[in-house]
């Protein structure tokens, strides 16, 4: 939730009809507005990890530091799954 000392500004969006109407049954007790919010909250919130996490896994490949084969069949064998190395 935002803070009440928070800036406020207005931003407009152009949806189809259908889910604009979703979202008013879907509201129950709280506005679209608030729903809308709450939606952008969480969107950017997996943006940041999902950037930051590839950010980290770029710094590891860039220096070098990979799965071994072995390290990688534990973890193919966790799912039950095989992978047939060749070379």
């Known amino acids: ?3 009440t000392t928070e800036p406020r500004t207005t931003l407009a969006i152009r949806l189809p009809a259908s889910l ?5 049954v879907l ?3 709280r506005t679209r507005n608030a729903m809308l919010e709450e939606a952008i909250r969480r969107l950017t919130a997996v943006e940041r990890w999902q950037i930051a996490d590839i950010e980290a ?3 590891e ?3 070098g530091d ?3 084969p072995e390290e990688m069949d534990q973890l193919w064998s966790k799912y ?3 992978i047939t190395r060749t070379g």
């Open 1 to 3: 939730m935002s803070t």
């Open 80 to 82: 039950g799954t095989t």
């Open 27 to 29: 509201a129950t007790g």
């Open 57 to 59: 896994g770029l710094r």
């Open 61 to 63: 490949a860039e220096a």
């Open 66 to 68: 990979f799965a071994t």
């Open 20 to 24: 604009k109407a979703e979202l008013g």
